[in-house]
């Protein structure tokens, strides 16, 4: 299957300061990359969704001056966590589409988040 | 609104059968997906149904009936390594996922 590669794996930082997170596509084009958060024992939380060189569409309640998404080529897109305090700490995990009406969404690895 | 059901959790004996049921009420339906995740690590594809029938492959078989808004993932011939959630995911009119919230597989001996 095709292969979505998120990094880094985990990451651990100060609070107030920001964290990059990278979701690529290695073997096909990403027009639809969705970003998703997962607090222990609870389901994903979709995020944002982003298609290729448009601004991401947030769900309600996602902060979008806190978390900003990138998607400026058709195989990267990335999450800022700006100005990260300890209760964004959390599992990140995007995970990309081609285009097509019936096309599987394929996971990364997921991204640790540790705030302290 | 839109929901997705799926049980807790479920226990079943290695070497046995177990059936996870995914029942979904959502604005329109362009498929319905299964995945597998560990704990703490990302989902894993296991499959995808859009039309109405039984799809198998390998140990794994995934049922759609669309006009009952029900699909189920069969696990047949347990392994311990199969414990694990498994998410029910329904692709909807505008082509976004909408999650259950996982039915958390038990294997014991």
């Known amino acids: 299957g095709a292969v979505v590669s998120q990094h880094p794996s985990w990451v651990i930082c100060k609070s107030g300061t920001s964290v990059k997170i990278e979701c690529r596509s290695l073997?096909?084009?990403?027009?639809?990359m969705f970003w998703y958060r997962q607090f222990p024992k609870q389901s994903l939380m979709l995020m944002a969704t982003?298609?290729?060189?448009?601004?991401?569409?947030?769900e309600q309640g996602v902060e979008k001056d806190k978390f900003l998404i990138n998607h400026a080529s058709l195989t990267l897109s990335t999450l800022t966590v700006t100005s990260a305090h300890p209760e964004d700490s959390s599992f990140y995990i995007c995970?990309?589409?081609?285009?097509?009406?019936?096309?599987?969404?394929?996971f990364g690895q997921g991204t640790r988040l540790t705030v302290v | 609104g839109q929901n997705i059901d799926q049980p807790t959790e479920m226990t079943a004996t290695e070497g046995a059968i177990v059936q996870i049921n995914c029942t979904y009420q959502?604005?329109?339906?362009?498929?319905l997906f299964w995945y597998q995740q560990h704990a703490g690590e990302a989902p894993t594809f296991l499959s995808y149904?859009?039309l109405d029938g039984l799809e198998e492959k390998g140990r794994f078989s995934s049922f759609l009936s669309r006009s009952k808004g029900y699909s189920y993932l069969l696990l047949k011939e347990l392994q311990m390594k199969d414990s694990a959630s498994y998410l029910c995911a329904v692709l909807d009119s505008n082509y976004q996922l909408i999650w259950g919230a996982g039915t958390k597989l038990i294997i014991k001996p």
């Open positions: 959502t604005s329109g339906f362009n498929g």
């Open positions: 149904n859009v």
């Open positions: 995970s990309a589409r081609e285009s097509g009406e019936h096309t599987e969404a394929f």
């Open positions: 982003s298609n290729e060189g448009s601004k991401a569409t947030y």
């Open positions: 073997d096909f084009q990403a027009t639809t």
